[in-house]
């Protein structure tokens, strides 16, 4: 079963900025989404920023302007540029995926391990 690895996470100061990236570990033939969601202490997981296998970009709200996410298609990895960061980014970041492992039609989405994001004020 593919797995998605992330990297990138650490520890930052309030207006820093990082680059978290994730990968399958596996062969994989086709991509139909990656994401990024962030989930803090106490809350709900929320989606951050998707993007299509086409290049279209979303955000939410809160993070528009300051987050670009991107893909690598020849390299199956996702990006995710954190600018201006602040303190309530902070938070573990989950990448997640729906792609195709067969070359059959088996689409599989997945989640990463998670990789922690903390914003120091």
């Known amino acids: 079963q593919v797995q998605l690895v992330e990297s990138g996470g650490g520890l930052v100061q309030e207006g820093g900025s990082l680059r978290l990236s994730c990968a399958p570990s596996g062969t994989i033939f086709d991509i139909n989404f990656m994401a990024w969601y962030r989930q803090a202490p106490g809350k709900q997981r929320d989606l951050v920023a998707s993007?299509?296998?086409?290049?279209?970009?979303d955000y939410s709200d809160s993070v528009k302007g300051r987050f670009t996410i991107s893909l690598d298609n020849a390299k199956n990895t996702v990006y995710l540029q954190m600018n201006s960061l602040k303190p309530e980014d902070t938070a573990v970041y989950y990448c997640?995926?729906?792609?195709?492992?067969?070359?059959?039609?088996?689409?599989?989405?997945?989640w990463g391990q998670g990789t922690q994001v903390t914003v120091s004020s």
């Open positions: 997640n995926a729906d792609v195709e492992t067969t070359g059959r039609g088996n689409w599989y989405v997945g």
């Open positions: 993007i299509t296998s086409g290049g279209n970009p």
